[in-house]
């Protein structure tokens, strides 16, 4: 899953999640494929970001492969931080950092 | 010390160097045209034009899959009516300024590296800022990455001795504030010096309290939505080690930040992500990969 800006995006994408307006209202439902009349619909509604489907690197490793190469990069990863997360955004920043260093770990093995 | 002190003591740094040469000629033209009332499209794209090399940088990066065009620019003139001109001025300023600091790193302190780490700063805040209901501030928070720690390579490039005994002082305890350190050595800090270069390189007002404070943001009263996506991006390039900032880490951040960039634990995960493929794909446009 990608989050990218609808400026200037291409046509054809399928949105990874439902779209919602900024009063809550639903505007497009997940799955829905990104046409151009939809996204000047959408630009016109003050949504400048979507999350869409990006299938590149889910099938690229597998899970077990992933935790096991977060294992090995945990602690070079902690040693970016000065102190442990102090609450869930920092620890959401942490796990999505590790991963990101599993991942480049398990490409460069290859 | 006292700001008035600061400020002066800045001014003699600069006065000791003969020409502030990091920031060429064409990017001081662009600023002083975007500044004016009613700029067209042909007087930037003439100015850009007027440097072949820089051209050809910018037509690379427009058509990079960083902005993701459907269809390739092949002028300056279109690369600005496709993607506005702070966009294309943000690339000019990018593209010189990595000529003067891709350098291979000899001492403690790596110029290449700590350049990097502005240009991470850079692809983050800007992503950080995509919640913003000013269509403008993007690209003010992808400005105010790329100089953010700009002050730290001219400190090094003019003070190298005082420097070094910041780096030694630094290198001892990485709890101490890097900021106090310096104001210990020099009297500043690399934010005043930022702000100081942002003020003479006549980018927009508002960057000069965003750099002055991007390790405080809650400190600038005026502008505080870019304030907290320079800042944030200044820790998440840290955290994801984007270059590298001296021997600074990604330290906690005030949840405050994140309520005023209206951005949540699920919006970080799909965003993060997405600002290390981007920094991979302008270093590799950049040929610094």
Known sequence: MKFITLENITEGLLTARDIESASGQRLVAKGTVLTRPLINSLKRHNINNVYIEDDSEQNEFTEEEIMFAEEMCRAGVAE??????????????????????????????? | MSTLNAKDNIAKLFSRVDDLKTLPAVVLQINNLLRKEAVSIEEVSNTIEKDAALTARVLKLSNSSYYGLSYKVNSPASAIA?????????????????KSFNKPGKSAFNVKEVWLHGLGCAVA?????????????????????????????????????????IM???????????????????GFTHADVGAYVAEKWLFPPELTGTIKYHHRPELNKEDREIACAVHAGNEIAKALCLGKSTFEKARNMNPRIWKELDLTEDDLSGIIPQIKMDFDVILNSLNLA
Do not use: W
């Open chain 2, 82 to 98: 496709i993607l506005g001109f702070d966009t294309i001025r943000n690339l000019a300023v990018t593209i010189s300024l990595t």
């Open chain 2, 125 to 165: 805040a800007k992503a950080l800022a995509c919640k913003s209901r000013d269509l403008g501030l993007q690209e003010k928070a992808f400005i105010g990455g790329i100089i953010h720690d700009i002050g730290k390579l001219l400190i090094f490039e003019n003070m190298p001795a005082e420097m070094d005994r």
């Open chain 1, 80 to 110: 970016r931080f000065l102190v442990r997360p102090a609450d869930p955004m920092m620890e959401t920043i942490f796990k999505t950092a590790l991963r990101i260093e599993a991942r480049e770990h398990l490409k460069r093995k290859r």
């Open chain 2, 168 to 186: 030694e002082m630094s290198s001892f305890d990485r709890t101490v504030d890097y900021g106090e350190i310096e104001k210990d050595v020099l």
